[in-house]
């Protein structure tokens, strides 16, 4: 935190990401700001917060042209403004192309092995194209010097890059990509394999997760592209330019903003069973979500029917609240996929359902932070049964809100965060069978070894928070531009 705070308070920071960290959206007479359900808003936002500058990002909320001044740019934190959100607006025709079509229904599946067939359209392509120059040209509007550091995120901003790099040469050009890369025979399926990997080298570090991630980039990069890899230092080389290939995974604010954690662990324990009209010792296991088939939500649900199946015990003794934030849901895939879901909890529920206890309580709707906190920290257990998922911060803010050390984490081996939590208990959430007994582990684990287990994750999710994922990026940037002068200043 004192890096950002120090280092590079003033200094030229640029974000780009096509989600923006603040929704202003009209009810009736009212304008309310939401803070979206993203992984990439939670892991930034306290970023920028610390170190001030420019948010470049789509305004996709009924108010946002509302509040925006003459250059298009708002201040935000609302309650404390420390940088600004700079809106870009986007054609229904663009979004649907862009953000739907290439974005949602080419790139996510292309990238997650959840077996659902990625579908690629050339008029997607042309937006998805026309979409990051328009990204691209708000950055280079925005920059104040010649040389800014510019955070470029995730799969809807692959060409930004080389875009922004060519009316910018001097840039430090940073790009996070938050989701998986698959090896490079599942990628070479994308029709424009070559341009996304070209736009992807126009950065000058380019960021995953895991190694594992970094590697399949780069086989990637080797078998279908003409440039150089230099596989001791994970360095690509096209057209003379480097882009380093680095490992930075990702993680939370620490500690939690403390209005999270107001309520205490037991108080939330008896709220949740009361608000849920459940019994005081219910048993209570909890999931949150974007309702998204890459989760694992309808595996997680199998488990649970499972777990009735086999243990009868705790039917009637447990239930698990899963909140499934509505997510892409034009996307006929997604709305399939929630009609599965709710499917699914109803057929469990009619069969392992009591009267006062149903088995799985579904919430298909947005809630704020404190809620979310409050489920976390009123659960026996959280599931995370992600199919394929780039880190997956549920698992890490579960652990984050266990201050009280109780609670178990039962954990997908697909995620990166399994790399990282070892105590979690792990499990391949297409065996259905293992994850049932993992709960049930969860449900009778002493309290004893659930805190031995949650204080050695939260010692590692305490060192290793967000501040140091930007911190070790934003590093790396100032080394290479520091070996940038002084060759320049050499030559
Ligand atoms: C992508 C990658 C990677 C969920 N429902 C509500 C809500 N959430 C919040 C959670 C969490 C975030 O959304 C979800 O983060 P994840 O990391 O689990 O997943 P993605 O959105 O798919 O994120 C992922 C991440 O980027 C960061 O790099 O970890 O692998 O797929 O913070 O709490 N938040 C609120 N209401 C909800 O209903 N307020």
Request: net charge negative.
């Amino acid at each position: 935190r004192a890096i950002l705070h120090g280092e590079l308070r003033g200094d030229d920071v640029i974000v780009v990401s096509n989600r923006e960290p603040y929704i202003h959206a009209r009810t009736g007479e009212h304008i309310e700001v939401q803070q979206p359900a993203s992984g990439l808003v939670t892991a930034l936002e306290p970023i920028m917060r610390a170190c001030s500058g420019t948010w470049v990002a789509h305004g996709g909320g009924s108010a946002d042209r509302e509040v925006v001044d003459r250059k298009d740019r708002v201040a935000v934190p609302p309650d404390n403004p420390s940088y600004q959100i700079r809106r870009i607006w986007l054609t229904e025709e663009e979004e649907n192309g862009y953000y739907y079509g290439f974005s949602n229904e080419g790139l996510w599946p292309l990238c997650h092995i959840a077996h659902v067939r990625p579908t690629f359209r050339s008029s997607d392509w042309a937006c998805y194209v026309a979409v990051n120059q328009k990204f691209a040209d708000a950055v280079i509007a925005e920059a104040k010097t010649s040389a800014p550091i510019v955070m470029v995120q995730d799969y809807h901003l692959a060409l930004a890059p080389r875009m922004i790099r060519e009316k910018l040469p001097d840039a430090t050009v940073i790009t996070f990509w938050h989701i998986p890369w698959p090896n490079p025979e599942s990628f070479a399926i994308c029709p424009w394999r070559e341009e996304i990997i070209t736009g992807l080298l126009g950065s000058s570090i380019l960021g995953f997760h895991t190694q594992f991630h970094c590697n399949n980039f780069v086989d990637t990069v080797d078998q279908f592209m003409e440039a150089r890899v230099d596989r001791e230092t994970l360095t690509v080389t096209l057209g003379g330019k480097n882009t380093a290939v680095r490992r930075y995974p990702i993680s939370i604010d620490w500690p939690p903003n403390p209005a999270l954690m107001e309520t205490p662990a037991e108080i939330c324990q008896s709220e949740l069973r009361k608000a849920t009209g459940l019994p005081e010792d219910q048993l209570i296991g909890i999931g949150v979500d974007r309702l998204d088939y890459t989760k694992g939500i309808i595996e997680r649900f199998n488990a649970i029917e499972r777990l009735f199946g086999l243990k009868p015990e705790w039917i009637g003794r447990f239930t698990f609240i899963q909140i499934a934030a509505p997510t892409r849901s034009s996307i006929p895939e997604y709305h399939a996929h929630e009609e599965l879901v709710r499917l699914t909890a109803a057929r469990i529920n009619q069969r392992f359902g009591r009267n006062d206890a149903p088995a799985i309580v579904l919430k298909v709707e947005h809630h704020g932070p404190r809620q979310v906190y409050e489920h976390y920290r009123g659960a026996d257990l959280c599931f995370v049964s992600s199919l394929h998922d780039g880190m997956n911060l549920v698992a890490k803010e579960f652990v984050a809100a266990r201050n009280d050390e109780q609670g178990v984490l039962v954990l997908s081996q697909f995620t990166g965060a399994a790399r990282e939590l070892p105590e979690a208990l792990i499990v391949n959430p297409y065996n259905t069978d293992q994850c049932a007994a993992a709960m049930h582990v969860a449900l009778t684990m002493p309290k004893t070894e659930q805190r031995d287990r949650m204080r050695l994750m939260r010692g590692l999710v305490s060192e290793f928070n967000v501040y140091r994922w930007a911190g070790r990026m934003l590093l790396d940037a100032a080394t290479m531009r520091r070996r940038g002068r002084l060759l320049k200043n050499g030559s």
